[in-house]
């Protein structure tokens, strides 16, 4: 296909031709094609060959991310019909239960069908996924709400809403709202499955139960106007990136570079990107530009190399058009886009910590997609952050909200205090909470 190897500039098909030939192969003639890694460390080769779809990049992206992998080089090619994509993943952490059947099945759905082209860039949305409701009753312990997130995550169950309490008498009622990747909750079969795994992870004394939650909404937090303005602010400081985590070379460079050259196509806008190297970057960037309707058609990402003078920055290359066939000549719009990028790649998650009463409350926000969607892995992140200070979570949920005119989902943890860990008189161990699970969102330690 001419539009592929023009993008990939013929370098796609010499890296799938090297050394990872002898790896397993899972898809054969599929649209989604997987070379599995040979060895521990290696990278597996992703390559998805189908029809386009306006935001597909980004929504293969995201799915990626949920199944926590990280993206450590792409290649991307379209001519506005026919997409050729290139995704090289590594494991984020050894203790991830990586199942590369499902994470096939699932970017394959994705894949629109031959026949729903050529009228490029609508799209024809998937139905609503169903909701269930998973009840939990069991013994309190430190950690416990990351340890059954964890089993959910690697049963493929999304949680979209979670209410967690704590009985005087040391139990915990989880009430867990949820779909299904797999589309197969309503089975009986699956249902079985779910409360077995949790019942022989968790403990045989454990109260499993999974509703139909039919009617279900997202319900949206309500924050004080002066917490709300707080974590919702524009403007952030640069300081709030993993910094400590940096190479010395990149502490130098704490904003993003985004230029713009309009004189090396005559039909596209490039728009080359260097970046500290994060979780989600190439999601986030690839949801800004979807959410502001730039349509990318060529693209190559690229990680630092081990020595080289930009180790820990990440390179993007995107040859784009606006949604009218245009270049993004106008340098106010080049501005406007310029802006929310940074923003979205260096800052696209909110966290801060507030009393509530004689409580200590954790807040943790994300912007949501225009679509709808809320980003992935969060919740799972900031409890195995809370879990690594040892903290107890006496309460949680998740909530929308709308502030500085988009939609936000919003994390509510009630923390609770104790002797080895005081919350509500510590500045200290107030911004020790903030810093870990911040890094923990980034990336800096998973």
Excluded at 41 to 61: K, M, R
Excluded at 80 to 96: A, N
Excluded at 308 to 326: C, I, M, P, T, Y
Excluded at 394 to 423: C, H, M, T
Aim: proline share 4%; net charge neutral; charged share 25%.
């Amino acid at each position: 296909m001419p539009v592929a190897s023009a993008a990939a500039g013929g370098g796609v098909g010499m890296v799938l031709g090297g050394g990872a030939a002898a790896a397993a192969v899972v898809g054969g003639d599929d649209a989604v094609v997987m070379q599995l890694a040979a060895a521990e460390g290696e990278e597996t080769v992703i390559t998805i060959n189908c029809p386009d779809q306006a935001g597909l990049g980004c929504d293969l992206c995201r799915t990626i991310l949920e199944f926590g992998l990280r993206i450590t080089r792409g290649d991307v090619s379209t001519d506005g019909h026919w997409c050729f994509v290139v995704f090289w993943v590594v494991p984020r952490s050894p203790s991830i239960k990586l199942q590369w059947v499902s994470l096939k099945n699932r970017l394959m759905s994705m894949c629109p069908s031959s026949y729903s082209i050529p009228f490029y860039p609508e799209i024809s949305q998937p139905g609503p996924s169903q909701f269930y409701l998973l009840k939990l009753l069991l013994a309190d312990r430190k950690g416990l709400l990351h340890d059954v997130t964890h089993i959910l995550s690697d049963l493929e169950l999304i949680i979209h809403r979670v209410k967690v309490s704590t009985t005087p008498d040391g139990r915990v009622v989880d009430l867990f709202f949820i779909t299904d990747g797999m589309e197969l909750l309503h089975t009986k079969e699956r249902q079985e499955e779910t409360c077995s795994t949790l019942i022989a992870t968790l403990g045989p004394s454990i109260s499993c139960e999974i509703l139909s939650a039919e009617g279900f909404q997202q319900g949206f937090s309500s924050l004080p106007p002066k917490i709300s303005e707080e974590l919702f602010r524009v403007e952030l400081a640069d300081s709030e990136m993993c910094s400590s985590s940096l190479s010395a070379e990149l502490k130098k460079v704490q904003t993003a570079t985004i230029n713009f050259d309009n004189s090396l196509s005559p039909a596209h806008t490039l728009v080359q990107i260097i970046c500290a190297d994060q979780k989600g970057l190439i999601y986030d960037i690839l949801r800004t530009l979807k959410d502001c309707n730039i349509q990318i058609f060529y693209g190559r990402f690229r990680s630092d190399k081990k020595g080289s003078v930009n180790k820990g920055l990440r390179e993007v290359d995107l040859f784009v058009k606006q949604v009218d066939g245009k270049k993004v000549i106008d340098s106010e719009k080049q501005d406007v886009l310029r802006s929310r990028l940074r923003s979205e790649m260096l800052h696209p998650l909110r966290v801060m910590i507030v009393s509530r009463g004689p409580d200590t409350e954790l807040l943790v926000a994300n912007p949501v997609e225009l679509s709808g969607k809320g980003r992935p892995r969060v919740f799972y992140d900031a409890t195995l952050a809370l879990k690594a200070l040892g903290i107890c979570i006496f309460s949680a949920e998740i909530g929308r909200q709308v502030a500085s005119e988009r939609q936000w989902e919003v994390y509510r943890f009630l923390l609770d205090d104790s002797k080895e860990f005081p919350l509500a008189n510590s500045v200290i161990n107030r911004n020790c909470v903030v810093d870990r699970v911040r890094k923990t969102l980034m990336g800096c330690y998973n």
